[in-house]
């Protein structure tokens, strides 16, 4: 673990980091089969979780979506949700999967209001719920 100074909305943070290889980099060397992504809603691009994608991520593992990029200045960036957060639930709904994420935020694309996202972060399974709303 290295602590890093980082400069997030023109303050300065400190963050305790756990160094490895990158999960692109570690999925590229892996014979398992490509995972599909579920591109953009809110600015996430997500992935079924899988007990070794969870392990890449350094992540719990729970059922869910595990989130792989994140779209600079959208509403998930501007929240703070990060690359391996592991999505639970959308708008009070369980996702399981990416079809079950799909059906849930397929329903809510057209939506004004902001939406609830349960998130379990880090080895610990720290949970937090995110308002998110597209911008308009």
């Known amino acids: 673990r290295v602590d890093l100074e980082v400069l997030r909305n023109n303050k300065t943070q400190t963050l305790t ?3 490895g290889e990158r ?7 892996q014979p398992d089969q490509p995972q ?9 691009t997500v992935k079924t979780a899988t007990r070794s994608l969870a392990e890449q991520y350094g992540v719990r ?20 949700i990060q ?3 592991l999505i639970t639930k959308v ?18 694309k057209k939506s004004s209001r902001a939406v609830s996202v349960l ?15 597209e911008s308009d």
Do not use: C, H
């Open 36 to 44: 599909e992504e579920e591109k953009s809603w809110m600015g996430l």
């Open 119 to 133: 998130v379990v972060r880090g080895e610990e399974g720290i949970t937090r719920f995110f308002a998110l709303k």
């Open 61 to 80: 593992y729970e059922p869910g979506v595990i989130v792989s990029e994140i779209e600079p200045g959208s509403a998930a960036d501007e929240k703070g």
């Open 91 to 108: 708008d009070g709904q369980k996702v399981a999967d990416l079809d079950s994420s799909r059906q849930v935020t397929g329903r809510l």
């Open 17 to 19: 980091v756990k160094l």
């Open 23 to 29: 999960p692109s980099m570690l999925a590229q060397n």
């Open 83 to 85: 690359p391996g957060d």
